[in-house]
């Protein structure tokens, strides 16, 4: 627990200070009305007393005349040390002939600005017994020298030089003083409970009001880091893809460059058709490059866009006919990946296409193409299964298998760019079938992958039919490797 400097005179920690504002008029209010009550009862007191008694109760009349000009200015330093406020104008009203009320603006400010129940008892059953005293003082005092004496004086009975008339009894006026005085402690109470109460509230509401700010930025934050996954899946399912195609027919085109450039002349002068056919083969490659190159340039400068206009990212990330599951977007996929040099087997029973969520389409399209650029990267050469399942009943099925290959298999000099850097199917982890499984897990999805005891890769996913309200949570986190029986 922080605590305060130690002043006063006891340690008082952070919780126990009420931060109560001091407004300037209620000093400016406060001060002039406790040195005129003082001065009255003073002046009151005061005036029993003559140069002729011959001992020091004159010179301290006087005294406590000019102190009562003095002791109300203490109240200004109510706000920081409102304990030795009250306990100064506390000693002062029991020294001299105060009125109680300076004291009790100093235990209403006490109360007010220090929330420690022992020092507010404390200041209460000291505050009580003075307050009584100081009006038992003034109303013990003959008529004529008393202020409550004065309040119950028959009127124009006061003027004449005479001892005035009362119109009550003395215990009335007793009576009157302690009620008085017991009235101006309560009410001192109540006034302290009421601005120590509306402080404690204005600071529960600027908290309130800080931490829903502070919650409004994190949500901020939250939606800013879930648009930058969201790009950042985005780019890596599309330039992972391309690029792993133009990597794929590079590979493709330099064998064939390399083939051609073995052969002898002598040779090639008696199978023209032969040489025409690799030259068409290179040709097409280079062409295919071409289109891949510039189709990643334009998903690399969509990116850069999104990057550019947060705003409008969300719209550009939204299903689109290109990233849905639909029979054209998947016959094209198919095709990119033939036309790759993949082996691919194909298995497909769609229905009722038209019906299926937009949102598990894109994820089940995203899971497709980074299964077959997954294959295409590190089972190069292998043949390639996919099924895909798709009907209201079962949801949408996903299954793509391979043979794990390394370049030890390979021809180094056959396939160097596409497999010098593979020596296994799980050389390195990489970020595309870990995030894929996430975001099928955010779809209430299952993803599993891995290897079994034949050496064959699988990913396999399980999407729902219809987005769930509360996604369920699968067994199996992220990233993490499964046999899947076959």
Same mark, same amino acid.
């Given at each position: 627990? @922080?605590?305060?400097?130690?002043r006063w005179p006891l340690s008082i920690t952070a919780d126990d200070v009420v931060p109560v504002r001091t407004r300037l008029w209620c000093t400016v209010v406060m001060i002039p009305l406790a040195m005129m009550m003082c001065l %009255?009862? %003073?002046a009151y007191a005061a005036s029993a007393f003559t140069n002729e008694d011959g001992d020091l109760t004159n010179p301290w009349m006087i005294l406590g005349v000019l102190l009562a000009l003095v002791w109300p200015f203490v109240l200004q330093k109510r706000s920081k040390h409102p304990e030795p406020v009250f306990w100064i104008c506390a000693l002062a009203t029991l020294v001299f002939p105060y009125d109680p009320l300076l004291m009790l603006m100093a235990l209403c400010s006490l109360i007010a600005r220090r929330s420690d129940t022992r020092r507010t008892l404390r200041a209460i059953v000291v505050a009580t017994p003075i307050a009584v005293w100081a009006q038992l003082r003034d109303a013990l005092? @003959?008529? #004529? +020298?008393?202020?409550?004496?004065? %309040?119950?004086?028959?009127? #124009? &009975? +006061? =003027? &004449? #030089?005479? &001892?005035?008339v009362m119109l009550v009894e003395e215990s009335t006026i007793v009576t009157t003083a302690i009620v008085i005085a017991l009235l101006g402690v309560g009410g001192a109470i109540l006034i302290g409970l009421h601005i120590r109460s509306r402080a404690r509230l204005n600071e529960a509401d600027a908290r309130t009001e800080a931490a829903r700010h502070h919650a409004a930025h994190l949500? =901020? =934050?939250l939606a800013n880091q879930q648009l930058a996954d969201a790009i950042a899946a985005e780019a890596?399912? +599309?330039?992972?893809h391309s690029l792993s195609l133009i990597a794929l027919n590079a590979s493709a085109l330099q064998v064939e460059a390399a083939r051609l450039a073995q052969t002898d002349l002598h040779e090639a002068g008696t199978n023209v058709d032969d040489m025409r056919r690799r030259a068409q083969t290179v040709a097409l490659k280079a062409d295919e490059i071409r289109r891949q190159s510039a189709g990643a340039l334009d998903e690399a400068h969509a990116i850069i866009d999104m990057l550019r206009h947060p705003q409008q990212a969300w719209e550009q990330l939204a299903p689109s006919d290109e990233t849905a599951l639909t029979r054209e977007s998947l016959d094209a996929l198919i095709q990119d990946t033939r036309r790759a040099g993949t082996s691919l087997n194909t298995w497909i029973d769609i229905h009722q296409l038209g019906d299926l969520d937009e949102t598990i389409g894109k994820v089940a399209y995203r899971a497709i193409q980074e299964s077959l650029t997954n294959a295409c990267r590190h089972a190069v050469g292998a043949p390639v299964c996919l099924e895909v399942t798709v009907n209201p009943q079962q949801g949408v099925h996903v299954h793509v298998s391979n043979p794990i290959t390394g370049s030890e298999s390979h021809d180094a000099s056959a396939m160097p760019a596409a497999s010098s850097n593979d020596t296994a199917h799980n050389a390195r982890t990489g970020a595309g079938l870990p995030g894929v499984a996430a975001r099928v897990r955010s779809v209430g999805g299952e993803c599993r992958y891995g290897s079994d005891a034949q050496q064959i890769f699988h990913v396999d996913v399980v999407l729902p039919w219809h987005t769930p309200d509360n996604p369920a949570t699968p067994s199996m986190p992220a990233g993490s490797t499964a046999t899947v029986p076959v």
């Open positions: 627990m @922080p605590r305060l400097p130690h %009255v009862q %003073v005092q @003959p008529a #004529g +020298t008393s202020f409550w004496h004065e %309040v119950f004086a028959k009127p #124009g &009975t +006061t =003027d &004449t #030089g005479q &001892t005035p949500q =901020d =934050d890596h399912d +599309t330039l992972a």
